[in-house]
């Protein structure tokens, strides 16, 4: 079946550095999504990719989705303290297909 | 929008007992998600709904497990009997299209 894999799965970093989380999936995908969630908190929607090579930006995030549309990433500039958290890549083959979350990677940040 | 509503927040339970976790989804949302998540599996899709039919249900770990969706505005999710096993926190979310919603989650353990 479809699968969808995180790396890596936990990444510790120094305040100021920057962040990536790589989202792999065994089939190739309609859309990618991410959510962050807070530490004791819920998933929450960030992004969609939806165009083979997209690239977009929200501040000092930068969402890519791969040429075949099967991988995708998550960078993070000059990380801060509210970067806090568990980043999940999720996506689904059709739109008839169930939407599959990766494993996630949790950042944690040394001020 | 409150957003999904889910109850109770949090419970404490005795092994054996029976546990109902209740949702309301946003309004307008036509498709309804039971995850659970641990820190061993991650998150785990449990269930999903459309149009109120349950559409998967192959996340279901076992036939202590059951849940219902009677109408648009509301989803229960029933352990009987409940084990240690079954400790995590359980999100129930809801979508129209892609974006999916999480709710603030239910923290079971179980005793």
């Known amino acids: 079946g479809q699968q969808v894999m995180q790396i890596p799965q936990y990444q510790h970093v120094q305040e100021g550095e920057d962040f990536t989380t790589y989202c792999n999936s065994s089939?190739?995908?309609?859309?990618i999504q991410w959510y962050k969630q807070r530490p004791g908190g819920h998933p929450v929607f960030l992004i969609q990719l939806v165009k083979s090579g997209e690239v977009k930006k929200q501040k000092r995030l930068t969402f890519q989705f791969g040429e075949a549309k099967k991988n995708s990433s998550l960078h993070i500039t000059a990380t801060q303290t509210t970067d806090v958290g568990t980043y999940f890549c999720?996506?689904?083959?059709?739109?008839?297909?169930?939407?599959?979350f990766g494993s996630g990677t949790r950042l944690s940040i040394r001020p | 929008d409150a957003g999904v509503i889910q109850s109770p927040r949090h419970e404490v339970t005795e092994m054996g007992q029976e546990v109902t976790l209740r949702c309301k989804p946003i309004?307008?949302?036509?498709?309804l998600f039971w995850y659970r998540q641990t820190m061993m599996r991650g998150l785990e899709l449990l269930i999903y709904f459309n149009n109120n039919v349950p559409i998967d249900d192959s996340g279901m770990p076992e036939d202590r497990f059951s849940a219902k969706m009677p109408n648009a505005s509301f989803s229960t999710l029933k352990i009987q009997p409940s084990e240690p096993r079954d400790s995590a926190v359980y999100f129930c979310?809801?979508?129209?299209?892609?974006?999916?919603?999480f709710g603030e989650g239910s923290w079971l353990t179980v005793v």
């Open positions: 089939t190739t995908l309609s859309n």
């Open positions: 979310a809801s979508s129209l299209g892609d974006t999916i919603y």
């Open positions: 999720a996506g689904r083959k059709s739109s008839a297909s169930k939407i599959i």
């Open positions: 309004s307008g949302h036509d498709y």
